[in-house]
């Protein structure tokens, strides 16, 4: 877990890594906060503005509505 402190660092790591680091045909996933968290809206804005990201994991999804409103958000 990142502390909440710690959040808009962890994203512009994230981006600077994955702008800079060739991951070849490895797949790369990132991990965001639950859809009902306060930082939510903030990690896929983070998601959308990666320079290169195959899936997202979304934890504590419980229904299909979720799913759907994350994906079109992506």
């Given at each position: 877990?990142?502390?909440?402190?710690?959040?808009?660092?962890?994203?512009?790591n994230l981006h600077k890594?994955?702008?800079?680091?060739?991951?070849?045909?490895?797949?790369?996933?990132?991990?965001?906060?639950?859809?009902?968290?306060?930082y939510f809206t903030d990690d896929i804005a983070a998601v959308n503005a990666l320079p290169q990201i195959v899936t997202v994991c979304i934890p504590k999804v419980q229904t299909a509505e979720e799913v759907n409103?994350?994906?079109?958000?992506?």
């Amino acid at each position: 877990a990142t502390h909440p402190e710690k959040k808009d660092i962890a994203r512009k790591n994230l981006h600077k890594a994955l702008s800079t680091i060739n991951f070849g045909k490895k797949e790369v996933i990132v991990r965001i906060n639950a859809i009902h968290s306060p930082y939510f809206t903030d990690d896929i804005a983070a998601v959308n503005a990666l320079p290169q990201i195959v899936t997202v994991c979304i934890p504590k999804v419980q229904t299909a509505e979720e799913v759907n409103e994350a994906a079109s958000l992506l």
